[in-house]
């Protein structure tokens, strides 16, 4: 990997040469922060950008995606893939972590989701080093950090007048090093100046080993337990960057129609529902069983990375105020 | 928008507004084609997702009409329906969506003149308020691959 | 694992619908024949007993099916019973239909485990459908690779048993020893009375090195297991094929899974050692 | 009503409930780890050390009953939950036998969104008239008055109108009219303005249906937004979509919700749900002269009807002349 040093001015003449993608940097709107689809010119000198309450997952896995058209009784089909070039900027590093986890889904396994793939390829993700801990962060809290790349394109470190910039995308950097003070061939971010990075003394969350968490299935009593607050709502699946369940329904109009994506949460009852009226997962129980170990032990069990980033989304967006951290430490602790 | 004809759907009552209406047609009244009739059991029997579905897939107008109060075939079925509608007809105009587009009215078997004014009415007063954009669906990719496909 | 037919696995694969047929008296269940409307496409679709399809139909959605045909014939078979929106629309699809394909999905039975053993292949209620490719195929190809094969096919009344054409001709087949029964006693029914799980019990059937297939109803898969453990059969050496919800069926929509296996994926075929540490969510 | 005194009297009562009537479960509020109280349900009486209730209580409790249908429920109610309760056994879903409620005279929820940048602090508690927020360690201390809910500022029965139990304490009082102060401000709009208002509230609504989940009146089976037979509105959070979901969810609310805020509460995109909700409510009142949850026994407002109910249909209560023009 490549770092380079610039000016805040050169690094921006940089991006211009980025004219053919589209730019999207996070914006406030009343009191949510989105990211919007900004001119070059417009991208703050500063390059301060809030953190977004909807994660990027909105621009890789939208809330609604045409999949193809069809017209009914007849063999006539018209995918729809999305390759306009984006350069998103103002991330956070839990929030590329977040596209690993979902790249892990819809890239590897035997399947390619070519829907997903095309708008991946067709991004750059520049994140930028976190200033200081939102009060719902924890990603320290599972080993992860306000200051690592976690396979973004590349991390922007704030130098007070200059920005040291960890490029792992190659075509970027080569465009940087144009315009670069410096530039240094590295392994990983600790032998890179990365600028005043926040830190703070943080117990770590007790995140078993995948295969550890498999007898908990089994305890129905755990789950009762953590199950009592929840209401069985989708706002956590929905804001969550690595939730990525989804479901496929037809829209017609007339002769013709076409067969969309949309979210799904494990958290409804249509979820798992079969047409012979049995549910495998009928309570909230299962369901929260099925939410909490699909991030902490069947992704790390099947993808070698946790599902979890440490985020805290879920933490604001809960009716129940229900904290997953809280439930990591209780599932530890639980002797049945 | 002169030339705009409006699309209305009207759940008619069988017992009465059906008939009505199917008086108006024998007795030779003129009244506009703009009107689609959906002959329902009872105007009790409306449900108001009905009215936002039509609307929502197109519809301009929308009428619901039953047997006056005090008539109906199954004795309480338009005074369950009286409540029901008013409360939702004024949700409706709350929410910005415009007052012309949903109407509710009482035409007995034998009003076939008045079923042919109030469709006079109704498509006047819907023309007035010009084409649905309030709470219509997104069509425009679906008719663009229409027009492809045929 | 198959080979994606095309880049987009989600796009259905054209089909015309040859011959349509009712399984049942009641006419709740309808067997299908489809072939596909490009060439070449037949001999790319390669398929083993036990995988499954989904099968779309534009503007109402898709639902998955087990093949009920075996690799050898040249139309594709799959047996639907009315259920919910799409498998009504189904019901009412005629010859010359065109509908969409996707597959083959999910893995299959494990053929050359079997080879040199006893299979004791249990079917209750329509779950016949990947059982009887599996037998079919078993018949025309590999027979003599095993030694014998018992099947045990039930159902609530004569009228709901499936294939009645193909039990006709399986009865006088010796390299198989058939039984078939019904839950009670119908006028002019000449086979055996009584449920799936006790007429296991009753069937003399070596069970010494015994695979058995069983797909049915969560309750009769549940009676029936105690029932051939009791036989000596151990849990790795009985195979089923597991029902579930499912939209994507590449394992990607995250919601068809059993612990960390999806079963459209994974499965939906597996031996019950493997779902012995699983959770009981099926 | 300091924090202290409430807390006590509520585990006694709590433990009273289980040992003397039998209860089963018991639905209250435990401290979550931002402070704020989250629902909980407490299966036996030495679990109940740590059940809570205070300014933070923004659940409505009723809201849970449906996990534990067919159980002996203990439940704390302040006046907005038991009037759900009184709607819930009207409408047959729950058996006044079946229920212990332990009353709670209410001072008032704290709004979240009211809270604003101070959402993510921690809460401490409330007490007399305030509450204690810990942010960047340092303690503040706020009137309470400032942060209610607006359904809880305008709330006319604070105080339980069924309960078993009864804590000490004194309800709020002085209702203001703020849920009908924002009813007229979007009256006072035109037509376009008001649709524009209400377009803008579908567009930030993702669907995740926790205004849904949080109602004690939504417990149907099967929602209408699961049908596909037919399929009234496609799962895309679309504009037009959401406002067939908001506008249907209000209208089937109508005549049945209490105002207890519960809903705006849950919902995390800030979509202005009371505003439609308390429309409706001033609506029926005003045709039909009916407040919902007062007595056990009376019917749903649009479950009845009166014979000289206000008749706005076309060819109804119009003069003779009219109505025989030809």
């Known amino acids: 990997m490549l770092y380079l040093k610039l000016t805040r001015k050169n690094f921006l003449a940089a991006l211009e040469s980025f004219s053919d993608y589209q730019v999207y940097a996070p914006k406030r709107t009343e009191d949510k922060v989105r990211l919007k689809e900004i001119t070059i010119l417009e991208l703050p000198e500063n390059l301060q950008f809030e953190r977004c309450t909807h994660s990027a997952k909105e621009l890789f896995l939208p809330p609604e995606e045409t999949l193809f058209y069809f017209k009914r009784f007849s063999s006539a089909q018209k995918p729809l893939l999305d390759e306009t070039k984006r350069l998103i900027i103002g991330l956070r590093p839990c929030d590329a972590r977040a596209l690993q986890v979902l790249d892990s889904n819809f890239l590897q396994g035997g399947f390619d989701d070519p829907y997903y793939r095309s708008r991946r390829e067709n991004s750059l993700v520049l994140t930028i080093a976190c200033r200081e801990f939102e009060k719902t962060c924890f990603c320290d809290a599972l080993g992860l950090g306000p200051d690592l790349l976690n396979g973004a394109d590349a991390i922007i470190y704030d130098l007070g007048d200059q920005v040291g910039v960890l490029a792992g995308n190659t075509v970027l950097a080569q465009r940087l090093q144009a315009f670069a003070l410096e530039t240094k061939e590295v392994e990983n971010e600790t032998q890179v100046d990365r600028g005043a990075v926040p830190s703070r003394e943080v117990e770590l969350l007790p995140v078993k080993s995948p295969e550890e968490y498999f007898p908990l299935i089994f305890q129905d009593k755990l789950w009762e337990e953590i199950e009592s607050a929840c209401l069985g709502c989708g706002a956590c699946s929905y804001l969550c960057p690595t939730c990525y369940c989804f479901d496929i329904t037809d829209v017609n109009l007339g002769p013709v129609g076409k067969r969309i994506r949309t979210y799904d949460s494990c958290m409804f009852n249509m979820y798992t529902l079969e047409a012979s009226g049995h549910n495998p997962r009928p309570t909230l129980k299962e369901r929260w069983r099925q939410r909490f170990m699909h991030k902490f032990s069947y992704i790390p069990y099947l993808h070698g990375l946790l599902g979890c980033t440490g985020c805290g989304r879920c933490l604001e967006a809960c009716p129940s105020r229900i904290d997953i951290r809280e439930v990591v430490k209780y599932v530890a602790t639980f002797t049945g | ?150 | 694992m198959w080979q994606p037919l095309q880049d987009n696995p989600y796009l259905p694969i054209p089909m015309r619908v040859e011959e349509v047929k009712f399984e049942s008296e009641d006419r709740s269940l309808k067997s299908l024949w489809l072939s596909f409307l490009a060439e070449g496409k037949r001999e790319e679709f390669r398929f083993r007993p036990g995988q499954f399809i989904e099968l779309s139909i534009p503007g109402k959605g898709e639902s998955p099916f087990g093949i009920a045909s075996s690799p050898e014939e040249e139309l594709i078979q799959i047996t639907v019973n009315k259920a919910g929106s799409v498998t009504k629309a189904i019901h009412e699809l005629d010859k010359g239909d065109i509908v969409g394909l996707r597959g083959p999905l999910g893995n299959w039975y494990p053929e050359e485990e079997f080879v040199g053993a006893n299979l004791f292949i249990i079917s209750g209620g329509f779950a016949f459908t990947t059982l009887a490719s599996f037998t079919k195929h078993l018949l025309r190809e590999w027979s003599d690779r095993v030694k014998n094969i018992d099947l045990v096919s039930g159902a609530r009344t004569p009228g709901m048993l499936l294939y009645k054409d193909l039990l006709e001709e399986w009865k006088n087949n010796p390299r198989l020893n058939l039984y078939l029964t019904v839950d009670r006693e119908f006028p002019g029914w000449t086979g055996l009375v009584g449920f799936v799980p006790d007429i296991v019990a009753k069937v003399k059937v070596d069970f010494e090195n015994t695979y058995a297939l069983i797909c049915g109803p969560p309750i009769m898969i549940r009676l029936t297991i105690p029932k051939l453990l009791e036989q000596g059969i151990p849990k790795n050496k009985i195979y089923t094929s597991l029902e579930r919800r499912m939209k994507c069926g590449i394992g990607k929509c995250g919601r068809c899974n059993i612990g960390p296996k999806y079963v459209c994926k994974d499965g939906p075929i597996f031996n019950f050692a493997e779902l012995e540490n699983l959770p009981s969510e099926y | 009503m300091s924090l202290g005194e409430i807390t006590e009297e509520l585990i006694a009562k709590g433990r009273e409930a289980f040992l003397n009537e039998g209860i089963e479960v018991l639905l209250g509020f435990e401290k979550s780890s931002s402070g704020f109280l989250k629902p909980k349900a407490f299966f036996s009486p030495d679990s109940l050390k740590t059940l809570r209730w205070d300014a933070s209580a923004s659940t409505n409790l009723a809201a849970l009953l449906p996990k534990y249908r067919g159980k002996k429920i203990g439940i704390l109610a302040p006046g907005c939950v038991s009037r759900s309760l009184v709607i819930l056994i009207n409408e047959g879903q729950i058996v006044r036998e079946k229920l212990k409620v332990i009353g709670i005279p209410c001072p008032g929820v704290i709004d979240r969104r009211k809270l604003g940048p101070l959402k993510n602090s921690y809460f401490l508690g409330s007490k007399g008239g305030k509450f204690l927020l810990e942010s960047d360690n340092q303690i503040l201390e706020l009137p309470l008055e400032e942060y209610l809910c607006d359904c809880c500022l305008s709330c006319r029965y604070p105080s339980p109108v069924i309960y078993d139990y009864m804590i000490q304490g004194k309800s709020r009082e002085g209702a203001t009219d703020a849920l009908e102060g924002r009813v007229k401000k979007i009256n006072s709009l035109s037509e376009i303005e008001r649709l524009s208002y209400f377009q803008d509230q579908a567009e930030k609504c993702i669907r995740c249906y926790a205004c849904r989940q949080a109602c004690p009146m939504c417990y149907c089976e099967s929602c209408f937004v699961e049908s596909s037979e037919p399929r009234w509105l496609t799962a895309a959070p679309t504009i037009p979509d959401n406002l067939i979901w908001l506008l249907t969810r209000t209208y089937h609310l109508a005549g049945r919700c209490v105002e207890c805020g519960a809903c705006e509460q849950a919902c995390p995109e800030g979509v202005d749900l009371m505003s439609l909700l308390a429309w409706a409510k001033q609506t029926v009142s005003q045709l039909f002269n009916y407040t919902p949850g007062l007595e056990i026994g009376e019917r749903p407002a649009l479950g009845s009807f009166s014979y000289d109910d206000p008749d706005f249909f076309w060819g109804g209560g119009l003069t003779e002349e009219k109505k025989c023009c030809t």
């Open chain 2, 1 to 150: 928008m002169e030339n705009f004809e409006p699309k209305i759907i009207a759940f008619l009552c069988n017992w009465c507004s059906y008939a009505g209406a199917d008086l108006a047609g024998v007795s030779r009244f003129q009244y506009p084609a703009n009107v689609r009739v959906i002959r329902v059991p009872c105007s009790g029997r409306v449900n108001p997702l009905f009215v936002l579905k039509a609307l929502y897939e197109g519809a301009d107008g929308v009428l619901v009409s039953g047997c006056h109060p005090g008539d109906c075939h199954y004795q309480s079925g338009n005074y369950y329906a009286r409540r029901r509608l008013e409360v939702f007809k004024k949700l409706l105009e709350f929410s910005g969506i415009s007052p012309a587009r949903f109407k509710m009215a009482w035409i007995s078997a034998s009003e076939g003149a008045q079923f042919a004014q109030l469709i006079r009415e109704f498509t006047e007063e819907v023309k007035k308020a010009g084409p649905n954009q309030e709470i219509i669906r997104e069509k425009s990719d679906l008719e663009e691959f229409l027009n492809e496909s045929r």
